[in-house]
Nanobody
Framework: QVQLRESGGGSVQAGGSLTLSCSAS????????LGWFRQFPGKERELVAA????????????YVASSVKGRFTISRDNAKATVSLRMKRQKPEDTAIYLC??????????????WGQGTQVTVSA
């Protein structure tokens, strides 16, 4: 069982930056693929960015949605059991609840079993 907790959400003006962080309570963190999803009101969650586990055969080892490519970056620190989402040049359409997710597989592709509670990101025009 993996427990995830997000931090770093908040409000920012368009063009600004925010970094979200997610801490995981697991001793096998390096073996989990991780992702950041976002959810708009009344819509399905969408995968924003994901990163494979250590020793994954994924190529590339990270995924970034086309809507945020060049603006968002995902990274992980296995020693600290954290995964971060750096968001730059934010747009009002980035406003959503952002959720950290993990899966037992090494690949970032597939179903995610573990979820954080989410953190609100609001980008004002």
């Amino acid at each position: 069982q993996v427990q995830l907790r997000e931090s770093g959400g908040g409000s920012v003006q368009a063009g600004g930056s925010l970094t979200l962080s997610c801490s995981a309570s697991t001793r096998t963190f390096s073996g989990n693929a991780l992702g950041w999803f976002r959810q708009f009101p009344g819509k399905e969650r969408e995968l924003v960015a994901a990163i494979a586990s250590t020793h994954s055969s994924d190529d590339p080892s990270t995924y970034v949605a086309s809507s945020v490519k060049g603006r968002f970056t995902i990274s992980r620190d296995n020693a600290k059991a954290t995964v971060s989402l750096r968001m730059k040049r934010q747009k009002p359409e980035d406003t959503a609840i952002y959720l950290c997710a993990g899966r037992d597989g090494r690949s970032w592709r597939g179903q995610y079993e573990y979820w954080g509670q989410g953190t609100q990101v609001t980008v004002s025009a």
